[in-house]
């Protein structure tokens, strides 16, 4: 019985393997690749650039005066490295900052609570102190069936439950909604300020910080606070004892004009196609409650020392290789939007991209977009980075990362290392994204399959696009 | 080979047993005590109330209104179960307070510490910042070594390295150095403020508060504080770098004066020897930055529910079961010390004294420090106990928990209930230590081994106690 499934196994598994596989790498080409491959498992390069970030530079929020001096260190290191050309490519972005929070409980007791503003938020009245009883929510369902007016003179506290850790992040939209408008809710009820619970899946005292969604391009006029995941447990179990609850937060954060944000682009320009661009790359700028190590600094590393593996090869591939450190992508995507701007007459050239922005698991899973008799070159590029422990999943997947979105949307092809992210949500967004939380052997790995599969897609004599006829007939 | 090795090891096992166990245990206690770790087992009384005390009282600094409201919920607890005696016992105890703390890096650039003043910390001068260059050393030997006068005008940093977590917390004694005794040398060396890599094993960004040694009675005059491991290998890095290192400490701590705390003592009285007393306890205070759960808020819970157990049962053991929530024990032992003073003319009638402070881990040995002609009684109990997963250890050993310590160098006999330690310098003294780290199952083990012990220890006619006579011929 077992000899026969493992041969009806094997007989799918090389069914599936000649259905796929009809491209043929070019030999030369695949054994440079399971070299970069090889050379990258025993490098430190993408280590010593997330420490250097980390330590030398620190957090770094979307427009700060720390993200200018992180363009400039992305700048050196490229000119350090083996780049062709680097640029600094500025924009014009509004500031937030999160200024100082006060946030404790005051009835039963005090108690101070661990938490952060989230991305957008308002200050409290004149910057002071506000003390109001506490309204609960069992979720944000329950918060968006109230009456309008109905909380004045309240403080919202938004429950619902701590993320699921999955390797995939699976969950994190879902959960998200609370942060993301919940303040609209509390602020069309006339509440003081809205507190929520953190999304993440750790239970440390960390509030994890984000972004809020703007309404019609308005932001809060009031706090909006998100507190560690045992901060909430311990207001829903305050709930449940029927004492009374009130808080007091003090939220000095908002809006201050606007400021010059960048990315940076480093370029390996091609040999053959100079005008054809492989996108790879990170964002550059962080939250600041962390160094941003995980979000992104790895992806910075990754993408960089990847790219630099093949710089330092004897030719230069046949296309451009770019690396883009984008800024300000914690605040709304703005450097990938800015960048697909300043570069939309040349999108077209743009014929592969991919971001590393999921922290610094090992990758074990290859998906792609890109036109599907391209899929069998994907394919053969999967079988390179098999060793490593990657599959290769889904041919049809939307993505790239979240600062290749906008380019994605103007038509560029697009493939993604998935990362193991089951720790992932632990750490995002909170004072624990830190270097320590960073597994050099699987920051490695990283880089050994970027190398293969950028070095490859740079180099091989395939269109990734679906030809403009085509997708036209399609739509 | 296997079957001889086997057989001499069951010859050996069998022999230790025959040779230690000549104490046979009174088969209907024994049953009892059976029966009371299988009630234990089911038993969610534990949980209940580190639940309670940790929600509706929370964090409860010695001295402290919250350590008042503490003793009162400590009360109204003992009266609302079976205990015969409820007795709140007033002492009076200097009241440090932590204040507020702020702390940042402020060369190469800004970056915000998790920090927190350790017990008995002075404040910054007039409350005010303090911003100075900063002299790394790489532990507390290093920074014994300085001449007097050496550090003036200087922020001394005082590295180490993080602790290993062990089963048994070994490590924590030598790691504590640099937070006991590091301000005696930062001080007399003339130093601004000293800032010490917390004492934990954890890599979250939680700084480990905790008491430092007063000389001669004198407590410091400069900030003491304590940063988290990510910060502390942080700075590491940074220093590591050449860069000028700066930090600005703004601290408020300080001393305020006397102030009553208390023991609250809980009594089933025995029926036929009322004075002999078996003392079980924990500590009712805890520092603030955390809920006080693991430390010690697990420790009541197992005590007053084991002893609760014993007096739902038809009878009254034969001695007095004392549990005593104890005061102030972590700015010193204070309710520990207060307890032995009040209580040195009874002294003598303290059968035997553990307590259980060490977390909320799983109890996996029984060490015990009794009169050796009552050390075959003890292997009995841990004979009852052993189906728990608890293995008996040394029958030499001193100890029996912080608050045992003043009793049994007044000579009271100590056994220990020694729990798995695996996660408890991660948690330690931290933001972290709130009831969402305790696991239910494990906490009643806790209370299955203290329920038989302490039964059995209350029943049994065992003298614990060297006799006076025998113990003055060894002196």
């Known amino acids: 019985m077992k000899s026969i499934i493992a041969t009806a196994a094997a007989l799918i598994l090389a069914g599936h393997a000649f259905a796929q596989d009809s491209f043929e790498l070019d030999p ?72 100082e ?31 109001s009883d506490v309204v609960y929510f069992r979720d944000i369902n329950a918060l968006t069936a109230v009456a309008d007016g109905s909380l004045e003179g309240k403080i919202v506290f938004v429950d619902g439950d701590a993320m699921v850790a999955t390797q995939t992040g699976a969950g994190y939209g879902p959960a998200n909604n609370r942060r993301r408008i919940g303040w609209q809710h509390a602020e069309r009820a006339g ?20 972004m809020i969604s703007s309404m019609d391009g308005e932001w809060a006029n009031i706090p909006v606070i998100a507190i560690s995941n045992p901060d909430a447990d311990h207001l829903r179990r305050l709930h449940h004892t029927g004492a009374p609850l009130a808080m007091q937060i003090r939220a000095t954060a908002g809006w201050h004009g606007d400021v010059t944000s960048g990315n940076v682009v480093l370029d390996i320009v091609g040999s053959e196609l100079p005008d054809e661009i492989v996108l790879i790359g990170g964002h550059l700028d962080s939250w600041d409650l962390g160094t941003g190590a995980i979000d992104d600094g790895a992806g910075i590393a990754i993408t960089v020392a990847a ?52 922290g610094a698991g090992r990758i074990w899973q290859l998906v792609s977009n890109v036109d599907a008799a391209a899929n069998p070159a994907i394919d053969a590029v999967g079988q390179i980075i098999a060793p490593l422990g990657i599959l290769r999943g889904g041919s049809n997947v939307p993505g790239g990362g979240p600062d290749i979105i906008p380019l994605a949307m103007a038509g560029v092809p697009t493939v993604r290392l998935n990362q193991d992210g089951m720790d992932y949500f632990d750490l995002h967004h909170t004072p624990d994204d830190t270097l320590d939380k960073i597994d050099p052997e699987a920051l490695a790995q990283n880089v050994a399959a970027y190398a293969a599969l950028v070095y490859l897609a740079a180099n091989m004599d395939v269109e990734f696009r679906t030809p403009a006829e085509e997708a036209a007939a399609e739509e």
């Open 28 to 99: 030369a080409q695949a054994a440079t690749a399971e070299a970069l491959v090889a050379e990258a498992l025993e490098s430190d390069l993408a280590w010593s650039i997330v420490e250097s970030l980390t330590t030398e530079v620190g957090p770094r929020m979307p427009g700060s005066e720390a993200e200018v001096r992180a363009r400039a260190w992305g700048e050196a290191l490229g000119q350090s490295l083996s780049f062709d050309r680097v640029t600094i490519e500025p924009f014009t972005m509004p500031f937030w900052d999160r200024g």
């Open 101 to 131: 929070l006060e946030i404790s409980i005051t009835s039963p007791y005090t108690q101070a609570l661990h938490g952060s503003a989230l991305g957008g938020s308002g200050a409290s009245p004149r910057s002071g102190p506000v003390e």
């Open 191 to 210: 509440a003081d300020a809205i507190v929520v619970r953190s999304v993440g899946s750790d239970f440390h005292r960390n509030p994890h910080t984000g």
């Open 307 to 358: 790219a630099e593996l093949i710089a330092r090869l004897p030719e230069r591939p046949r296309r451009t290789i770019r690396v883009v450190m984008f800024g300000a992508e914690e605040v709304g995507l703005l450097g990938a939007r800015a960048y697909a701007q300043q570069h939309a007459e040349e999108v077209g050239n743009h014929v592969l991209a991919t971001e590393s922005d999921f």
